[in-house]
């Protein structure tokens, strides 16, 4: 399971100093994270499918024609991205249809991959599951997922969070 930060804090990623800018015939910050730390994590996959997520953007609801901020946006149908090159495509393809916001919220996105952590455990289905979450800093809802994080430890889940960029990533 992968989360992408898709907040403002990020910066305009039509301009060179944002980490989501995307040089010509080059990789964002957060491509080559993806691409670094999604490479080491897919070995431990047996099946090599993705569920991504993006937190903080905004987009329009196409039921209802308003603006939505998500801290918990499903960027493809479940079970559909097979492999990083895939995951890299749909991160491209979410980035030019959303707008960054914010603020930046951990625990929606805990909470979503607890559910699927602990969904159908038994003795005849054990699996594991590793949550990678890619932002660019400080945690906006501290307390909240402090708490998701305790509710999630006696499941079978690893969280790791990769710092993008040079923002303080401070967790007391």
Known sequence: MIAIDFTASNGDPRVINSLH??????????????????????????????PVVGFGARYIDQSTRNHVVSHCLELAPPRTIVGIEQVVQVYKNTLSNITLYGPTNFSQVIR???????????????????LLILTDGVISDQELTKMEIIAASGLPLS??????????????
Request: hydrophobic content about 40%; some cysteine; aromatic content about 14%.
């Open 112 to 130: 979503w991959a607890s559910t699927e952590a602990g969904a159908d455990i038994s003795q005849d289905n054990l699996h594991y599951t590793i």
């Open 21 to 50: 800018y995307c040089p010509p015939n080059g990789m964002s910050d957060y491509e080559k994270a993806i691409r670094a730390v999604g490479e080491i994590v897919s070995q431990y996959d047996s099946d090599g499918i993705f």
């Open 159 to 172: 969280i790791i969070i990769v710092g993008i960029g040079a923002a303080f990533f401070d967790f007391p």
